[in-house]
């Protein structure tokens, strides 16, 4: 009965660690916002180290920008997009949860106006 409840125990930390275990967005993912000023389609390049997240995001209007301030807790990520348009800088703030290996839902929001919202899909 012992050495029943131990293999129970194993069995059990087991499966908590492998639900417990931070999301790996690592790589090549596309998205498509619809913003004020239309359409704004997004290559992002994400770089995981740890519970660090860094790359790039390379927009249509904006170009491409650095990642900064990139963190993953779980399947939720937090990073800023650093970028300029017309000379001027800007930085998006995104929250995501990756509800897939493949997918990610994002929120983004740039000073006090309104969240923009996308489905990230990993390039294959």
Avoid: H
Wanted: hydrophobic share 40%; proline share 2%.
């Amino acid at each position: 009965m012992k050495r029943y409840v131990g293999l129970m125990a194993v069995v059990l930390v087991a499966m908590w660690s492998a639900g417990v275990r931070a999301a790996d967005p690592s790589g090549r993912w596309s998205a498509t916002f619809m913003t004020q000023v239309g359409e704004q389609v997004y290559t992002y390049e994400f770089i995981v180290k740890g519970t660090t997240l860094t790359g790039t995001a390379k927009g249509s209007l904006t170009g491409e920008g650095k990642i900064s301030d990139g963190k993953i807790d779980g399947d939720t990520i937090t990073f800023v997009e650093n970028t300029t348009y017309m000379g001027m800088p800007l930085a998006f703030n995104y929250t995501g949860k990756m509800t897939s290996a493949d997918t990610i839902e994002l929120s983004r929001t740039l000073m006090d106006f309104e969240a923009e919202k996308a489905t990230a899909r990993r390039a294959k």
